[in-house]
């Protein structure tokens, strides 16, 4: 699988990353041997490039990326890991995580700290989970109500540890374009992660990449289905868009790209999978993968080159 580099540093991605937010329980219970199976599944598909957070079942997405990748040479992976939430002990648990998503017992809780300390002390959380001894990015994670906060103190301490060489590239990810823009603007970093604004159903963050593209700055574009909408090649009545269901006019515009991409000879999650790769500032795509099954899908998705046909029905629908 071809490697993309992350501009101005010495870190490279492969083109397909594997997002292990599902590992950790999304939703759904996921077993050890599962996880364990879904992470070899991509490591024999070639992707090497693996994303994760404190964030993923209060850890165990890390804890278990971290098992999975034990027996392999550290030198041939990349992981990125997020700061911002420490984890600390629940005063209230309620036995489960299931609130924020994740089917995990709830005897901790996220703890919101952006400052350079917090970002410090998460980084050395998740080293300890991880089992490893260095991250190769480190995203600064859903910041969006902070930012000022996070370019005084949060993005200079990961910059200091770039510097130092303890961290390979610096970022922030969210699902919000704005704010990446001006970290972008106003901030030395090296990349950011971008979740479900550039897809093929959602756009809305051209102005980013306009920004990363001025500022020789990467993209990771993360949520490459829209939670869902895309991962099909017809969308039916009860597809998801962004974490809830979709509003009509969405199913209609997912509909007619399904329709252009049949047209031109390709399946949907195929031009999904591979749209926001056609833009020269993304760096990779990273897909939630929880299962083997689910890993070869996407990686065989993304090995089969969608027609130019295909392209341009898909631009005709797109405008």
């Not at 292990?20 to 599962?34: C, G, W």
Request: include cysteine; charge should be negative; hydrophobic fraction near 45%.
């Amino acid at each position: 699988m071809e490697h993309r580099a992350i501009a101005r540093t010495a870190v490279a991605v492969t083109e397909l990353g594997f997002g292990a937010a599902p590992i950790a329980n999304l939703y759904t219970p996921v077993t050890d041997a599962e996880a364990q199976a879904a992470v070899d599944a991509a490591w024999d598909c070639g992707i090497r490039y693996f994303d994760t957070a404190p964030h993923y079942g209060l850890g165990l997405s890390e804890r278990r990326l971290g098992a999975a990748l034990t027996r392999r040479r550290r030198e041939d992976f990349v992981i990125s890991t997020k700061v911002g939430r420490l984890l600390v002990e629940n005063p209230t648990p309620t036995g489960s995580d299931l609130a924020n998503g994740f089917a995990v017992s709830d005897t901790l809780t996220r703890q919101l700290d952006y400052s350079a300390d917090g970002v410090r002390r998460s980084l050395d959380a998740s080293l300890e989970r991880l089992g490893l001894d260095r991250v190769d990015i480190v995203f600064v994670h859903d910041p969006v109500d902070h930012m000022d906060v996070v370019i005084r103190e949060a993005i200079p301490a990961l910059i200091r540890l770039r510097d130092q060489g303890v961290i390979g590239a610096v970022g922030v990810g969210m699902n919000l374009w704005e704010p990446l823009r001006r970290a972008v603007i106003e901030t030395d970093i090296d990349v950011v992660m971008v979740a479900g604004r550039w897809t093929l159903l959602d756009r809305s963050a051209a102005p980013l990449l306009e920004a990363c593209d001025a500022n020789d700055c990467s993209v990771i574009a993360a949520a490459p289905f829209n939670s869902g909408i895309l991962a099909q090649d017809w969308p039916g009545a009860s597809s998801y868009f962004d974490y809830g269901p979709a509003p009509d006019e969405v199913l209609a515009r997912a509909r007619a790209l399904a329709r252009a991409c049949e047209t031109g000879g390709a399946a949907l999650p195929q031009a999904a999978l591979q749209f926001p790769l056609r833009h020269p500032s993304v760096a990779g795509v990273v897909a939630g993968m929880g299962t083997a099954r689910q890993v070869t899908e996407d990686a065989a998705l993304l090995a089969t080159p969608v027609p130019d046909a295909a392209w341009d029905a898909i631009t005709r629908v797109a405008g």
